[in-house]
T-cell receptor, first 113, second 111 residues
Framework: DSGVTQTPKHLITATGQRVTLRCSPR?????VYWYQQSLDQGLQFLIQ???????AKGNILERFSAQQFPDLHSELNLSSLELGDSALYFC????????????FGSGTRLTVV | GEDVEQSLFLSVREGDSSVINCTYT??????LYWYKQEPGAGLQLLTY?????DMKQDQRLTVLLNKKDKHLSLRIADTQTGDSAIYFC???????????FGKGTMLLVSP
């Protein structure tokens, strides 16, 4: 157990729907990162939060949004889902915004049918 | 082109050494990382090296960095079947904490 908790582990939903993925960072970590892993694109950085504030944005679609709450857990919201959004979504956390590597959760596998 | 490139597959026999290679393009990279991903699991940080270092050793793992050629390698000594996994090379740039990953090298260790 890495200490980073992601729920749910698996999610199957239909095109056009909206889902929320949840991440609880490791105790003491203030930064949360979201990555998408797909076979064709590999691991792509989506967004980072530090202590509740957005810190950096990567290749995140406008249909996707995220937030980090006062208790430091984070949620990634994916809406108007398309088949191509099927992927593994990872959350990672670190102590500081600039750090020597993260701790990853075990991911949420999203399947859009 | 890709920021970080890796070969896709490596097959070795148990007990041999494995060498996984990676090239990167950004000369301002500050840290270079190796992560391991086992089936159904997240990524586990194995080791990292500062871009001003040439080598780092950690038990069975040796990381070599050739800054001139922007080439990074991970050597696993006495490879075991439990080392079978996907290995990702990643870099971070000056002033940023986000990582750019390669597409991963699948290491298959046969008995």
């Amino acid at each position: 157990d890495s200490g980073v908790t992601q729920t749910p582990k698996h999610l199957i939903t239909a095109t056009g729907q909206r889902v929320t993925l949840r991440c609880s960072p490791r105790s003491g970590d203030l930064s949360v990162y979201w990555y998408q892993q797909s076979l064709d694109q590999g691991l792509q950085f989506l967004i980072q939060y530090y202590n509740g504030e957005e810190r950096a944005k990567g290749n995140i679609l406008e249909r996707f949004s995220a937030q980090q709450f006062p208790d430091l857990h984070s949620e990634l919201n994916l809406s108007s889902l398309e088949l191509g959004d099927s992927a593994l979504y990872f959350c990672a956390s670190s102590v500081e915004p600039e750090t020597y590597g993260y701790t990853f959760g075990s991911g949420t596998r999203l399947t859009v049918v | 082109g890709e920021d970080v490139e890796q070969s896709l597959f490596l097959s070795v026999r148990e007990g041999d050494s494995s060498v996984i290679n990676c090239t990167y393009t950004d000369s301002s990279s500050t840290y270079l990382y190796w992560y391991k991903q086992e089936p159904g699991a997240g990524l586990q940080l194995l080791t990292y090296i500062f871009s001003n270092m040439d080598m780092k050793q950690d038990q069975r793992l040796t990381v070599l960095l050739n800054k001139k050629d922007k080439h990074l390698s991970l050597r696993i000594a006495d490879t075991q079947t439990g080392d079978s996994a996907i290995y990702f090379c990643a870099e971070s740039k000056v002033g940023y904490s986000t990582l750019t990953f390669g597409k991963g090298t699948m290491l298959l260790v046969s008995p």
